[in-house]
């Protein structure tokens, strides 16, 4: 078996020891364990003779280039934050993978030089709105966005200012004309090359999503004096929605929902809820179809809440359409996959990737290992080494062809 794919994994799992958790892997935007991913990363970086810095956004930032090479130069990368008691290998893999792929290209007398990118923000966890890295490299970071909060009431640019940067800075963090392109390996996340018994697929596009936070405002009252038909019991009126999510999501075809976060308020067993707060996750690869069914979705919230006398406040938390990778890179990538012997596989991605935001800016293509048993966002996530060496040697033959194309 490969040295260099079993070294990755090693790697992989070392990171997820730097943790918010002790005995868990739960590292949200510019919290302390970053810097420690930082530290890490960048001596890695520093050995392959990169040089580092970090953007006002937090993204760590690696830059190889080759003697005589002018500006121009491809980008790699991933995410280095997580969901909480996250796998080891989300984002990250993509980051180390990108490393092991600057360290092989140097034999190769690259007309460009490579940039890698460890992406502070992608999940959305502390903040509540993901691709925070992403955005201020494809110069798409709002300034409005800035106040945003965390749960505990610290805003985006107390958080930087805290790790030690500096949010005046951020629109620097922007790609200049030089970035001719991004590429992010990533697992897949889903079960679809497992179930096909492939390596490694290329990826032409990535779902569109939409996010919301919502409020269903009822009243809290006595568990005990309060008779049924009187009540105005938010989270009775959350489980009603929650199952019309389900069911509305079930019967329409390709169409994902989820509600992943729920409070409750004053979450005692002897109060009646007075006040929910929600999440709605709603994903389809046609954005027409995911925009009429978060209506749809909206609409139910909306008359289950005036049915009960209730409130609703909501708010939409990300909006992103539907994504194509650019063509000529997805070319590049089948050419690559069947170049280093793997079948021809292409395929959509589910998830969302910083590649969504990126692709807004430059060329962008991603590759997918397989993810066995399907599972991701969970602490049993895995990667299996064949594909962690099929992915390298994928990764270095799609930049011989980028670079046989651009010479
Ligand atoms: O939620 C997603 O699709 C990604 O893993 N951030
Ligand atoms: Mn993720
Ligand atoms: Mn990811």
């Known amino acids: 078996m490969s040295d260099r794919a079993r070294r990755a994994i090693e790697e992989c799992r070392t990171i997820a020891h730097m943790s918010e958790e002790p005995g868990s892997t739960t590292r949200r935007f510019l919290t302390s364990p970053v810097h420690q991913v930082h530290q890490h990363v960048r001596s890695r970086m520093e050995s392959l003779g990169m040089s580092v810095h970090v953007d006002a956004a937090g993204n760590l930032r690696g830059l190889w280039k080759p003697s005589g090479e002018s500006n121009r130069r491809f980008i790699l990368g991933s ?186 308020q004053p979450n005692a067993g002897n109060v009646i809820p007075g006040l929910v707060e929600l999440s709605l996750d709603v994903r389809h690869v046609h954005d027409s179809a995911r925009r009429a069914a978060v209506d749809d979705i909206v609409e139910h919230a909306q008359a289950i809440a005036t049915r009960r006398g209730l409130a609703l406040d909501w708010s939409k938390k990300m909006d992103e359409p539907s994504v194509p990778m ?15 012997g793997f079948p021809a596989k292409s395929m959509p991605s589910g998830a969302g990737h910083d590649a969504m935001i990126m692709a807004g800016r430059m060329p962008t293509e991603m590759l997918f290992l397989r993810s066995p048993g399907g599972l991701s966002h969970h602490p049993d996530e895995a990667v299996r080494e064949e594909d962690v060496e099929a992915a390298l040697q994928v990764g270095e033959k799609f930049l011989q062809r980028l670079a046989a194309e651009i010479r």
């Open 79 to 264: 995410h280095i934050d997580t969901v909480p008691d996250a796998g080891a290998f989300d984002g990250v893999l993509g980051v180390v993978l990108a490393l092991d792929v600057v360290a092989s290209a140097r034999r190769l007398e690259l007309p460009l030089s490579l940039e890698v990118i460890a992406f502070s923000e992608e999940e959305g966890v502390r903040f509540g709105f993901p691709f925070i890295g992403s955005r201020a490299v494809a110069g798409r970071f709002d300034a409005a966005m800035l106040g945003l909060k965390d749960s505990d009431g610290i805003t985006i640019r107390q958080a930087i200012e805290n790790f030690g940067l500096d949010p005046g800075k951020l629109e620097d963090a922007a790609a200049d004309e030089h970035a001719v392109g991004f590429l992010e390996i990533h697992i897949e996340q889903g079960p679809v090359l497992e179930a096909e018994g492939l390596n490694v697929a290329a990826v032409t596009s990535i779902v569109g999503q939409t996010r919301l936070d919502l409020e269903l405002i009822g009243h809290a009252n006595h568990a005990g004096t309060t008779p049924m038909h009187l009540r105005r019991d938010a989270l009775a009126a959350a489980a009603e929605w929650i199952t019309k999510v389900e069911a509305l999501a079930t019967k329409t075809e390709g169409l994902v929902a989820t509600v992943g976060k729920l409070k409750a």
């Open 326 to 340: 650019d063509e000529r890179l997805t070319a590049f990538m089948t050419d690559a996959i069947e170049g280093a």
